[in-house]
């Protein structure tokens, strides 16, 4: 069992910064992956970054490569996703989470068991 707790999200100007935290408790192993995901009103749950724990490999969605930035501290068990220039249309609830999937399916939110409880971030237009 894992467990995942987000905090960081809020609304800030088109332009603007924000960093995200997931913080996660319970059992990982090696084989498990850390994704971060957002949901759009009236839109599926889309990947955005992710990495896998036994590999320093990073993905990013096209929509936000140059812009986000995920990055770990293994000590505290907490992923960050630090988001830069942000724009409206990044608005969304943003989720972490875990999973073991295979490579190619690394961006399927199907293939994580475990969910955190969703950040809002707002970016007006």
């Known amino acids: 069992q894992v467990q995942l707790v987000e905090s960081g999200g809020g609304s800030v100007q088109a332009g603007g910064s924000l960093r995200l935290s997931c913080v996660a408790s319970?059992?990982?192993?090696?084989?498990?992956?850390l994704g971060w995901f957002r949901q759009a009103p009236g839109k599926e749950r889309e990947y955005v970054a992710g990495?896998?724990?036994?590999?320093?490999?990073?993905y990013y969605a096209d929509s936000v490569k140059g812009r986000f930035t995920i990055s770990r501290d293994n000590a505290k068990n907490t992923a960050y996703l630090q988001m830069t220039n942000l724009k409206p249309d990044d608005t969304a609830v943003y989720y972490c989470?875990?999973?073991?999937?295979?490579?190619?399916?690394?961006?399927?939110?199907?293939?994580?068991?475990?969910w955190g409880q969703g950040t809002q971030v707002t970016v007006p237009s």
């Open positions: 990495f896998r724990w036994k590999t320093d490999n990073l």
């Open positions: 319970g059992r990982t192993n090696s084989d498990t992956a």
């Open positions: 989470a875990v999973g073991r999937p295979i490579l190619s399916a690394l961006r399927l939110p199907s293939h994580y068991m475990y």
